[in-house]
C-alpha cells in the first residue's frame, strides 16, 4: 500500500462513508456479515475523529478489511463496486481491476452502477500487466514492490503498469532482486536462478552406478538413483539410508560443515538371500566385456541377478560402445539381444567391400557374355570357312586331274595339302569357339551371384547383432538378423 496524500483521504473517507450507508439487502438476512459491516462503519467512525494521518489511515483500511470479509461472508455485487473504488483511491489498481471484474461478473445487465464500472474497468487495464515468474527453485517466495506474491511455481498474475521490483528468496539460498517494466497489457517473463548460500549450508552429492536406489537423509525421502540434484544440508551430523530390494542396506552417518562439498558412493552389496533372476546376454562370439551396473565382466552364457532394473554395458570388437537398460524377473530367464552398430571405419570397409564385390559381379558377367558371344562367332564362322575352303582347294584340285598337263605337280601337291590342313582345322576351330562359349556360360552365373550375394547397407547393418557357432556338426545362428 502506498501513502495518500491528504486531499485522497478526504475522498476516500467519502467513498467509504457513502459504500457503508448503501443499503445492503442480501447482508440484513446475514447476522454475521451485519455484524462485520457494523464493525466496518465504526473504524470508519474512528478514521474520521482521528488527526494523525497514520492512524487515520491504518482505522481506514481496517474498515475496508471488514468490508471485504462482509463481502466474502454475503457476496452482494454493490459491495465489490464500492470495494473497487475504494482500492482505486488507495492506489491499488490490480485490487481495484479484480473486484471490478467481480461487480461486472455479478451484477445484471442495467444494474446501477454497471456503465460505470465498464468504464473503470477500461481505464484500468491501461494500468495494468501481467507478469510470469520461474525460478530454479520450487517453494521460492516471490514478491512484487514489497507485497507478497505467493512461492512458485506461479500462474501468470497481474501487476501495476511501470517499473516494479520482483524479489525471490528460499532457505538455504540467495535472495535475488530484479528490477523491470512492464507495459499496459504487457505479458512479461522472467526467469530467476537462486545460488545455494554457501555461508549457511554444506552440499551433498549421491552416486550410485545401481539403479533405482532409495535415498533417505534424516527420514526424508530424497528420491531414487540417479539423483540429478544435491542435497543441502545444514551443519551437523545427518543419517544417510540408501537402499533397494534385493541389496544390503547402507547406513552411514554424515558430518557436514558449514561451505562443504562432499560426495558419496552409494555401492550397495548383493543381499545373498535376495530373490534372482537369470540372464541370457545374445550376443556376437567376439572378443569384448560387458559391464552390470557399473562393473565389469566377462560374457557369460548366463547371468544371475536381483530382481528389478539394471544399467547394461558392451564393449565388443568393430562394434560401438552399446548401453541400455533391463528388467529382471524371477522365474523365466530374461533374455538381452541388444542391436548393435559397426564402428565408423568397419562399416566403411564393409560398405566398399560389397560395392567392390556388385562391380566384380558386374564385371564378370559382362565378361562371360561377351566369351559367349565370341565363342559362337568362332565356332560358327571359323567351322564353315575353313570346311569351305578345304572345299574349294578339292575342286580345284578335281579340276587338275581332269584336264592333265593343266596343273604343274607341285601345284597339285598344294591343293591337296591345303584341302587336307582346311580339313583338319575346321573342327578344332569349331571346338575352340565352343569352350570359349561354354566358360562364358559359367562366367555368367558366377557374375550374377558376386552381384546378387553382395550385402545391402540393412544386411550390413544387422551383421553388426548376428552371431554365427558351429558345434557338433550343427549351424547354430543366434542374434538379429
Known sequence: MKRMHACSMVIVLAMLGAALSAPLPSLAQDATARDR????????????????????RRELEAALAELEEANRLDAEVLLEWNLARIELELGDVVAAMEHVERFLAGAPEGAPRRSEAEAMRIALEARVGFLSVSTSVDGAR?????????????????????????????????????RLRV?????????IDLERDRGMVGELRMRSRLLDVQVTIDDTILGTTPLATTAALTPGPHTLVAERPGYRTMRRTIEVEVGSEQTIDLDLEIDPDAVVGALVLRVPDVPGRMSIDGHEGDLDDAIELP????????????????????????????????ELVWQDAVLSRMHDNAEVQRITGLVVM?????????????????????????ADADRQLMACRAMPGSCSLGEMMQLMTDRDYFTAL????????????????????????????APSDDAIRRRASASVRIGAGVLVLEGTF
Open 426 to 453: 575346321s573342327p578344332l576351330a569349331g571346338g575352340a569357339g565352343i569352350a570359349v562359349a561354354v566358360l562364358g556360360a559359367v562366367a555368367i552365373p558366377i557374375g550374377v551371384w558376386l552381384f546378387v550375394d
Open 183 to 191: 507495459a499496459s497489457q504487457e505479458h512479461a517473463r522472467i526467469s
Open 142 to 178: 516471490v514478491s512484487i514492490d514489497g507485497e507478497p506474491g505467493g512461492t512458485t511455481p506461479l500462474p501468470e498474475f497481474r501487476v501495476a503498469s511501470g517499473a516494479i521490483t520482483v524479489e525471490v528468496s528460499a532457505p538455504s539460498y540467495r535472495t535475488e532482486t530484479r
Open 307 to 338: 530382481e528389478g532394473r539394471h544399467a547394461i554395458g558392451l564393449d565388443l570388437e568393430e562394434r560401438q560402445d552399446w548401453e541400455g537398460e533391463l528388467t529382471i524377473t524371477p522365474g523365466s530367464p530374461t533374455e538381452l539381444v541388444p
Open 366 to 390: 559382362g565378361v562371360g557374355i561377351a566369351a559367349v558371344g565370341v565363342g559362337i562367332g568362332v565356332a560358327v564362322h571359323g567351322y564353315v570357312s575353313l570346311t569351305d575352303a578345304a
Open 37 to 56: 459491516v457494523r464493525r466496518a462503519i465504526e473504524r470508519f467512525e474512528a478514521a474520521l475523529a482521528a488527526t494523525d494521518p497514520d492512524e487515520r
